[in-house]
T-cell receptor, first 111, second 115 residues
Framework: GIQVEQSPPDLILQEGANSTLRCNFSDSVNNLQWFHQNPWGQLINLFYIPSGTKQNGRLSATTVATERYSLLYISSSQTTDSGVYFCAVNLDGGATNKLIFGTGTLLAVQP | ETGVTQSPTHLIKTRGQQVTLRCSSQSGHNTVSWYQQALGQGPQFIFQYYREEENGRGNFPPRFSGLQFPNYSSELNVNALELDDSALYLC??????????????FGPGTRLLVL
């Protein structure tokens, strides 16, 4: 089956720093989403980005579908950015819109 | 706020018991998916319902079953609970477009502890 790997697995930042999170996937996909899971478990949609680049405030994401990777950029990090970041993909041509989640990146932003 | 609600928020059961979890989808969405997230792991797909029919299933045993109602809300039922069923159960709703390209929106989850 498809493999979805994220790096780094853990990241500690000082408030105000920038970071880049990476998601590699092993097969063609037609849906890629980035989520932030807060300490209470809520999965918050960040981006729906099967290809191209999007920006939303301090966050931006780029997916290069032909090379099977996506990047999430966090600028000027804040303590509220702490939590686990997941990318999730849906297989191209799959019969069901099921998301396959990556391994996650645990981010801790220190004041 | 995603507009997806789940109940209850927390639940404690003992081995062998049965449990029912509930999910109300976002307005305008006709598809509900259920995921299980064990501690320290990413969510794993259990199954999906579209217009009251099961529309795909992950690698979970038959004691995990579900329903979708005409208003598109959904239930997840787990029989003969095992200790390993302890997890966060997440419900996601979405519309349906050609090619399965549709954003999924997640509810807050139900934390199940099996003793």
């Amino acid at each position: 089956g498809i493999q979805v790997e994220q790096s780094p697995p853990d990241l500690i930042l000082q408030e105000g720093a920038n970071s880049t999170l990476r998601c590699n996937f092993s097969d063609s996909v037609n849906n890629l989403q980035w989520f932030h899971q807060n300490p209470w478990g809520q999965l918050i949609n960040l981006f729906y980005i099967p290809s191209g680049t999007k920006q939303n405030g301090r966050l931006s994401a780029t997916t290069v579908a032909t090379e099977r990777y996506s990047l999430l950029y966090i600028s000027s990090s804040q303590t509220t950015d702490s939590g686990v970041y997941f990318c999730a993909v849906n297989l191209d041509g799959g019969a069901t819109n099921k998301l396959i989640f990556g391994t996650g990146t645990l981010l801790a932003v220190q004041p | 706020e995603t507009g997806v609600t789940q109940s209850p928020t927390h639940l404690i059961k003992t081995r062998g018991q049965q449990v029912t979890l509930r999910c109300s989808s976002q307005s305008g969405h006709n598809t509900v998916s259920w995921y299980q997230q064990a501690l320290g792991q990413g969510p794993q797909f259990i199954f999906q319902y579209y217009r009251e029919e099961e529309n795909g299933r992950g690698n979970f045993p038959p004691r995990f079953s579900g329903l979708q109602f005409p208003n598109y809300s959904s239930e997840l039922n787990v029989n003969a609970l095992e200790l390993d069923d302890s997890a966060l159960y997440l419900c996601a709703s979405s519309g349906v477009l050609a090619g399965n390209q549709e954003t999924q929106y997640f509810g807050p989850g139900t934390r199940l502890l099996v003793l």
